[in-house]
């Protein structure tokens, strides 16, 4: 067999290198290509935001209004859980199926009230937990909110309770009201309010 002249040698790695080169090219232009015609249209992440929990103290009464957001809009909600915790024990746990409603805007509310009765004197944590329930169990968008609330009876319990209970919700088909629906249904409210009123007065 004749060897290669040492010209000739180099002449072939030379070549072999170009070789080299030459493919690792394509192989980086057909990868940035598959990328580029692999990219779908990114989807907004869905978000639960509490904005905030307000808290009325009444006679043996607590009421609460968790005031939220759903993001990118509710329409990308199906289903959500709230969670709510007094003192780090559960109380109860609601399924809310969202509405449809073009009503249901941005800023959300759902009211609660605690029954007090038998709960002492002090300062209690209330926590509020809200996520999309999945078939596995799995929390999904999790996001939590708590609040520090003084509660002081007005009257006296004949015996004394750890864990108030819900008095009421405002529905499980989430009756969830957007600031701008509630103040819609204030006006109505007001409008008949008035022309009952104004019907008495004409009698």
């Not at 978000?47 to 759903?70: G, M, Y």
């Not at 199926?97 to 800023?107: A, Q, V």
Request: aromatic fraction near 6%; charge should be negative.
């Amino acid at each position: 067999m004749n060897k290669l002249s040492k010209n000739q040698q180099k002449i072939e790695i030379i070549a072999a290198d170009v070789k080299n080169a030459k493919q690792s090219t394509l192989d980086n232009l057909s990868f940035q290509f598959n990328i580029e015609r692999s990219k779908e249209p990114v989807k907004p992440a869905k978000t639960i935001v509490i904005n905030r929990i307000v808290e009325q103290p009444k006679e043996d009464e607590l009421a609460l209004e968790v005031e939220f957001s759903l993001l990118p809009s509710p329409a990308s909600f199906s289903k959500i859980n709230l969670d709510l915790f007094f003192q780090e024990n559960l109380v109860k746990s609601i399924p809310l199926h969202i509405s449809k409603s073009s009503l249901l805007g941005d800023n959300l509310e759902y009211p609660l009230v605690l029954d007090m009765r038998g709960i002492v004197e002090g300062n209690y944590l209330i926590r509020v937990e809200m996520y999309e329930p999945w078939d596995s169990g799995e929390k999904l968008n999790f996001t939590a909110k708590e609040i520090e609330v003084q509660y002081v009876p007005q009257t006296r319990a004949e015996r004394l309770v750890r864990i108030p209970t819900v008095k009421s919700v405002a529905g499980d088909d989430l009756t969830v009201v957007s600031s701008s629906a509630k103040s819609i249904y204030r006006d109505i409210e007001q409008d008949q309010k008035q022309e009952a009123i104004s019907k008495r007065d004409e009698w």
